[in-house]
Structures are given as structure tokens and as C-alpha cells.
């Protein structure tokens, strides 16, 4: 299978562990089958893998997440980064493209789109090889996979099929409706629009070149900021007449919001968090190095990092995104390729931060122009390289870096470093990056 993974999210809606560098597939609140924490991304590619151990599996995403995802995936999964967020049909069309011109995928081989973020069992991607077969048999243009309805929902956009077979002709979509609206498809056999589609990528690459002027994956890289903004279902999905849906009929959740996550999160604590005795359906993360005591909570989420804390009912833990949009913080943890910081404090003039580096990875050769860095190793042994002189590094020591110096660090062993940024503009736009000398 081809498959393409659409992973995006403003990240407001699982504040304040999640935020634009930082969305929710990236959050580890889930357990692997031999106990180890994971995340929404870590168990999607590895329910993919298990089912076909050969799916080509690329993941279309904004340059915010792609160092979060080769933390979590390696080098083992294909990224197609967007230059900017320009809305589905956009980044589908540029992951197309990118399948076609830089992996060579062959134009007619099928290739199933799915969201990064479902939270389902093994059918789940079964299914997902059955779209496949049915793309590669080409007797419509797209097909889709809709999920049998469980509940009259007014999340989601309805598909109406033509017959309840479980691949039918489409017979309309539906907006997001209200509820008693909802009900009515439902009477109808209608499915939700959980945005899973399959094509051969001749097909999408045919319909692209139609309607955007480009020559190849980087010319349509390079105008990819002057693209409309517009989504593959208005663009592309209601407009095509040669259409089918298949049915799926598995457990299927969209764990978007707290309420949601909190049924299907591995452990309802994780962190240092204490429930009294009359603590009820009451979840606690914690990534704060401080204990939680909860007592007497009932129906509640509670959420702790750097960037804030919530406090919460479990049902109004949905209506959270507007109020958190009103909030203005910098993330103060995110993943790299190379391990992870964390903003240990904030002063004028000042920022103290502590990065954790892998074994082996490397961070690449930059400068600051505004900034001087002062490094302290906490722990392990790496080798920085500064203006092209190398210096070998272990517990205690400390190396200056000045405003313009170019500068790296390669971790020999797991290495941690605290880092002082000093200057009076200190900003994560101040790095120029440079080829190693």
C-alpha cells in the first residue's frame, strides 16, 4: 500500500500538553503490547506496519512537526513537508507529487489517504487494504471509506450512499448537521466523513495539473504559498460524479478534544499524581517534576506542563479552544529529530533551557546572530564543533558560543546540556543553518 498520512492541527484543543510544535498524535498516552508508552502517531504507523509490513507510508505535514515525527519514527517513514499550511487539497496534491516525482512511485498505483489521528483497532487498517484493492481495480475515480454512524453526530459531515452494500454508489454529502438533522441521515444508511479517500495517483496528478499550473513536486514546491486555500472535499471529492463509498463498520473514535482522549487514554494518571479515595472518572496528566493531589474530583481532566494547567469538567473540556486561543505562551517543549528541549526559564535578557540528545544524533551546524549560548554538559559525552574546531565533551564541562560563531553538537552517548541563551533578542527565527564543514 501507498498510503498517505495527513497529520496538521493547530494544537489548541489538548492544551497545554499540545501546541504548534507540539499537536496531539505527538502526546505519548498510549501503550504499545509490551507496555511502552506511545503516541497517536507511534501506534497509527504501528497498526499500518503490522497489518502490511510493506505499505509505503508517507506522512504530509508543516515544517513545525517534521522534527517530532522523525524523533518518534526515524528514518523509517517518508515526509512531505508543506512550506506553509494551505489546507487538504494543497498538501494532498503536493504529497502526490512528491510520491510521484521523488519516490518514483509509478502513476498507477492506488494511494489511500487517511488522517494521522483515528483512534481504532487492527480492521481499522484492513479495511484500509481492501480501499486500496478497490482503487487498483479502478472502476471509479475515488473511493471512500465512510464509518457507520454509532450516535446522531453534529461533528461530522455525512456521506449518503446510494444502497446499504457495503460499496455503494454516492448518492450526496451532507454538511455538518444538528442533531435531529442527524438522525434523519442516519435513517438514510448514511455514513460520517471521516476524510479517507482512494485514487491511482494519475487520477489526483490529472485533476492537479487541471487546476494549479505546475511542472514537477519542486516547481509546485515553490509556488506552493500562492496555492488557494481550499479543502480536498470542496476541491475535488463533491465535484467528482465517478464515485463510491465502502462501508466500515469497526470502532472507529475521533480523539480530538480531553473528554474523547480520556476514554481510550492507557491509564487515567500519568505523571506524579495522587487520587483520594472519593476521586471519580477523574484523569490527571502531569509532566510538571512537582506532585498533583487530587481529592474528592469527580467527571474532571486535569492537565499540567510548562506551557499551563487546565482544570476542567470532562464535557466542557470541548469548548476549551476559544479560550486557549486568547492565551499567548511560547512552547516550552518540543521534540527534534536529535532528542528534545525543555524551557526551564524565562528572564528579559535571558532563557535557560535543557536538551536532551539521543546517542548518536546530531544537531545541525547554525549560527544566532543576536544570541550567545552557554552550554553546561549535565550528563554523558558528545563532541561540539565551533567555527570548525572540535572540542570533546563530558560532565562539567562548559563552552561559550558567541553571536556569529557557527556552531554543533553530536551526542557519543545519551548527552544532556543546559543551555543559557543571553541576548536582548532572543528568538527561535535567529538560526542561519550551513552545510558541515
Request: with cysteine; proline share 4%.
Amino acid at each position: 500500500m501507498n498510503i498517505i498520512l495527513l497529520s496538521g492541527g493547530s494544537g489548541k484543543r489538548l492544551w497545554p500538553l499540545s501546541n504548534d510544535v507540539r499537536s496531539k498524535q505527538f502526546i505519548k498516552l498510549f501503550k504499545d503490547e509490551e507496555g511502552n508508552s506511545e503516541s497517536m502517531v507511534q501506534r497509527v504507523y504501528r497498526q499500518i506496519t503490522t497489518v502490511d509490513p510493506n505499505a509505503n507510508v508517507t506522512i504530509a505535514t508543516s515544517k513545525s512537526q517534521a522534527s517530532a515525527i522523525k524523533n518518534q519514527l526515524g528514518e523509517s517513514v517518508s515526509i512531505c513537508v508543506e512550506p506553509c499550511r494551505r489546507d487538504t487539497f494543497p498538501a494532498i496534491v503536493l504529497a502526490a507529487a512528491y510520491l510521484n516525482d521523488e519516490l518514483g512511485i509509478d502513476e498507477n498505483e492506488p494511494v489511500v489517504v487517511c488522517p494521522v489521528d483515528p483512534y481504532v483497532d487492527y480492521s481499522y487498517y484492513e479495511a484500509v487494504k481492501e480501499l486500496d484493492e478497490l482503487a487498483k481495480q479502478g472502476k471509479r475515480s475515488i473511493t471512500l471509506m465512510g464509518i457507520e454512524p454509532t450516535y446522531p453526530s453534529e461533528k461530522y459531515g455525512y456521506i449518503i450512499p446510494e444502497s446499504r452494500d457495503k460499496v455503494s454508489e454516492v448518492k450526496e454529502f451532507k454538511e455538518k448537521p444538528d442533531i435531529e438533522t442527524a438522525k434523519k441521515y442516519i435513517a438514510q444508511n448514511a455514513l460520517w466523513n471521516a476524510g479517507i479517500f482512494a485514487f491511482k495517483l494519475s487520477y489526483l496528478l490529472d485533476k492537479a495539473h487541471g487546476m494549479v499550473e505546475f511542472e514537477d513536486y519542486r516547481d509546485l514546491y515553490n509556488k506552493y504559498e500562492t496555492l488557494e486555500k481550499i479543502s480536498f472535499d470542496y476541491a475535488v471529492v463533491e465535484k467528482e460524479p465517478s464515485i463510491q463509498v465502502m462501508r466500515y463498520t469497526g470502532d472507529w473514535k475521533d480523539v480530538g478534544t480531553w473528554n474523547m482522549m480520556a476514554e481510550v487514554m492507557s491509564d487515567k494518571t500519568k505523571g506524579k499524581v495522587m487520587l483520594d479515595e472519593a476521586c471519580e472518572n477523574t484523569n490527571v496528566v502531569n509532566e510538571l517534576n512537582i506532585p498533583i493531589l487530587c481529592m474528592g474530583c469527580k467527571d474532571m481532566i486535569i492537565a499540567a506542563s510548562g506551557d499551563g494547567i487546565l482544570i476542567s469538567d470532562r464535557e466542557r473540556s470541548a469548548n476549551m479552544k476559544p479560550y486557549v486561543e486568547k492565551i499567548e505562551t511560547s512552547a516550552m517543549y518540543a521534540e527534534k529529530s536529535w532528542g528534545s528541549y525543555t524551557v526551564i526559564d524565562v528572564q528579559p535578557g535571558s532563557m535557560t533551557v535543557k536538551l536532551s540528545m539521543k546517542a548518536g544524533e546530531k544537531m545541525s551546524y547554525h549560527m544566532h546572530n543576536y544570541r550567545e549560548e552557554v552550554w553546561t554538559v549535565v550528563s554523558g559525552k558528545g563532541k561540539a564543533t565551533v567555527d570548525g574546531m572540535e572540542q570533546m565533551l563530558r560532565s562539567g564541562d562548559v563552552i561559550t558560543i558567541a553571536a556569529g560563531c557557527k556552531h554543533t553538537v553530536e551526542a557519543v552517548t545519551a548527552l544532556d546540556i543546559i543551555e543559557v541563551q543571553l541576548g536582548d533578542e532572543i528568538s527561535v527565527s535567529d538560526k542561519i543553518k550551513f552545510d558541515p564543514e
